[in-house]
Structure formats: structure tokens, C-alpha cells
């Protein structure tokens, strides 16, 4: 697999990711300006569920920051290319930009977030950003030929691209988490595109955006956060998330088609990459489900809840999940060449053994607090004890001088 790059390409992608970092390190002050002046703040004290995990309002709408940045620097490789996907998902981040912000402003409801999302899935894969996962994990079964048709093609894929929107908009609740977690798996995908598919033109949007999401934790990842993302940022992460991992299963639209080993290598690697968000959100929904609760019914169940709760701030949490990342990524690529059926499955374990983890340690921290707690009521006994004995030894004495 070559892997050479041209120097003049280097500057290209350094230059990119360069005019979306400064851009939103310069924008960003002024978005917490006008939202500080206009009251466009999350404030935890009109949250009913208690779910918020700061105590100050803080300004949100940093997405916009994110966005403008990202499409700053992306622009003139979008204006200048002939890939007939690019109109789409420029279109498609257009519509959840917009999405985002009204929510963030108004709160829209559920129902309608997602059909927003459902329809620019549907516009990505109409412009052909769709995979076949039979072929990925079955290889060429004839007995399987009824499940490669375009709509089991266009199901699967509004699937993956719904499911990983709103993966990254529900772990988004600590500072500097899901822009941190987008930042490591953006510079991988970008790397991977230029590098081993040779698509030039996604791997340097991605660094663009990778750019922009760093320019953004400049201010998030701090505690108290100086800004959120709001759901016109995590949105608009999810969605770019799940259109660079097809792009790199598929190849750039019109693309050479690869040998199935290199597809099933992809795959892994994509799949370890994306894995951290969509197996929380798999892991919460199953609990809820469990409780006989509705799986869409809001908590504090998330992995990175369970971690402030073992005792971990923001920034040492959001770390730990940042190295769970990578540890992630990396046995994906130790599993390139294994059967994604075999491969994938065993990716799945690896991240409930990280995040049982984190539960193991719960269980400890409340054992020894009950030891604790054990203790101390022994001890208040004996002294409720040794109060008693003086006092009886007391009304003795008192007895004695009658």
C-alpha cells in the first residue's frame, strides 16, 4: 500500500487545518461575547432532571464557532471539486447547522430533530455515500444476494449515519469530551483517507474540521468551560463522523473499486475509530430498556457520568476516555487483517471490559464507603454506650448521697 505524500500536499493539509484552528480560536471570544449579552446560556438551575453536570450558566452555540471554522477552511476545496457528493453533504450540514441553532435557542422536539436527520442521511446516500454491509461481512454468498439491493444499502447506511449523529450529540456532557473524542478520530480518518485510499480531497476536509474542533476545546476543555457546542456542534460532529467512515469503507464516489480485504480492513478500523460513543449509547439505551424505562428518557447513566461519580473532575474523565479511544483504535488496527464477524464483535467486548470497569470501581468506592459508614456507627455506639454507662454510674452516685 503506498503511502508516499507530496510535500506540496503537506503544506495543503498543515495550511487547512491551520485557517480552521485560528479561525475558531479567533471567533469563538465573540461568540461568548454575543451570547453572554443576549442570554444565550445553559443554565443548570432550570434543568428538572438534574442532569447537568456544571453549576454556573455558561454560554453555548460554540457549534457555530466549529462551524464557521470548518467551512472557512474547507471551502475552497469544496467550491473547486468535481465529487458529486460534495453539493450533498454541504447541503446536509447546512440543514443540521440550522437545526442545531434552533434547538439550542428554542428546544425543538425530538420527533423533529430526527426527521431532520433521517433527510440528510437519505440526501448523503442518494449522492452515493451508501456500503453494503453483506458484502462486507459475508464476502460473495450467493445466498445473500437478496440483501444487497439499494434499499437494504440505503436502510443500513440512514441507519449508521442517525445513529452515529446522535451517538456523539448524547456523550456530549462533560467539557472537552465529545470535541476531544472527535478531534483524535477526525486526524486518524483525515490520515487513513490520504494516505491508504488515496482521497485527497475528504482526509483534508477532515483535517480542516479537525482544526476547528481543536480551536473549540481551547475554550471547552477547561473547567468551568468558557463555552459549550450546544447541539449545533455535536450535530453537526456525528454527521461529518459518520460521512468520513463511509467515505473510507466506499472509496470517494467513482472511486476504483478495492480488492474485499482492503473493504474488510477499512471496516475495523472505521468501526474501532467510531466505537467509544455508539457503545455508550447501545450500553444506556439496553439499561433503560432493562428498567422498563423508555431508552430515550434522559439520566445520568452515561460513561462519563459514572466516572465523575468514581471521583474524577472533567478534565481527568474526559482523559480517560480519551486513552479508552485510543486504546480502542489501536487493537482495530492489530484486527485490520481478522474477519470484521470475528473482529468487530471482539472490539465490542473490549469496550465493555473499559467501561465495566469504571463500574467495577464504583462498586468498590461504595464498599468501602459502607465499611466506612460501618465503622462510624460502631464507633458512635460505643460513645452512645460509654455515655450511658457514665450516666447511669452517675445516677448511682446520686442514689448513694440520698
Not at 423508555?294 to 472533567?314: A, C, M, Q, W, Y
Not at 489501536?330 to 470497569?357: D, G, V
Request: aromatic share 10%; net charge neutral.
Amino acid at each position: 500500500m503506498d503511502t508516499e505524500i507530496a510535500n506540496g500536499d503537506i503544506l495543503k493539509i498543515v495550511g487547512t487545518f491551520l485557517v480552521g484552528f485560528l479561525v475558531t480560536l479567533g471567533i469563538i471570544p465573540k461568540i461568548i461575547k454575543f451570547t453572554k449579552k443576549h442570554r444565550l446560556i445553559d443554565d443548570p438551575t432550570l434543568d428538572k432532571e438534574q442532569r447537568k453536570m456544571h453549576k454556573d450558566p455558561i454560554p453555548t452555540l460554540g457549534g457555530v464557532g466549529i462551524f464557521i471554522g470548518f467551512i472557512v477552511s474547507a471551502a475552497f476545496w469544496m467550491f473547486t471539486s468535481k465529487n458529486e457528493a460534495i453539493p450533498f453533504v454541504a447541503i446536509s450540514l447546512i440543514i443540521l447547522f440550522i437545526t442545531g441553532i434552533f434547538d439550542d435557542l428554542t428546544d425543538l422536539r425530538a420527533s423533529f430533530k430526527f426527521l431532520i436527520q433521517i433527510g440528510t442521511a437519505i440526501l448523503v446516500a442518494q449522492a452515493g455515500l451508501r456500503i453494503d454491509p453483506v458484502t462486507i461481512f459475508f464476502s460473495e454468498n450467493p445466498n445473500l444476494d437478496f440483501l444487497r439491493s439499494d434499499y437494504f444499502q440505503y436502510a443500513f447506511s440512514v441507519f449508521l449515519i442517525v445513529g452515529l449523529t446522535n451517538a456523539f450529540n448524547l456523550i456530549d456532557g462533560i467539557n472537552g469530551l465529545a470535541g476531544g473524542l472527535a478531534f483524535m478520530n477526525t486526524l486518524v480518518l483525515g490520515a487513513i483517507l490520504i494516505l491508504a485510499r488515496h482521497n485527497f480531497l475528504f482526509g483534508v476536509i477532515a483535517f480542516g474540521f479537525a482544526g476547528s474542533l481543536l480551536g473549540f476545546l481551547k475554550y471547552n476543555f477547561v473547567y468551568p468551560a468558557k463555552i459549550f457546542m450546544g447541539d449545533t456542534g455535536s450535530l453537526i460532529i456525528g454527521f461529518l463522523m459518520a460521512v468520513l467512515g463511509i467515505v473510507l469503507i466506499k472509496g470517494s464516489v467513482g472511486a476504483a473499486t478495492f480488492e474485499p480485504i482492503d473493504i474488510r480492513g477499512l471496516t475495523i478500523i472505521v468501526v474501532g475509530i467510531l466505537l467509544l460513543p455508539v457503545y455508550d449509547t447501545l450500553r444506556v439505551f439496553t439499561e433503560r430498556i432493562l428498567k422498563k424505562s423508555s431508552p430515550f428518557k434522559p439520566d445520568r447513566t452515561h460513561v462519563h457520568h459514572l466516572l465523575i461519580e468514581t471521583g474524577s473532575n472533567h478534565k481527568k474523565a474526559a482523559i480517560i476516555l480519551y486513552i479508552a479511544n485510543a486504546i480502542i483504535i489501536t487493537m482495530a488496527f492489530l484486527l485490520k487483517s481478522t474477519k470484521p464477524i470475528i473482529a468487530i464483535p471482539f472490539l465490542f467486548i473490549l469496550a465493555t471490559i473499559l467501561s465495566e470497569s469504571i463500574n467495577l470501581k464504583r462498586l468498590f468506592i461504595a464498599i468501602a464507603k459502607g465499611k466506612d459508614a460501618e465503622v462510624k456507627s460502631e464507633k458512635l455506639s460505643d460513645e452512645n454506650r460509654l455515655l450511658s454507662r457514665d450516666k447511669d454510674d452517675f445516677t448511682s452516685l446520686t442514689d448513694l448521697d440520698d
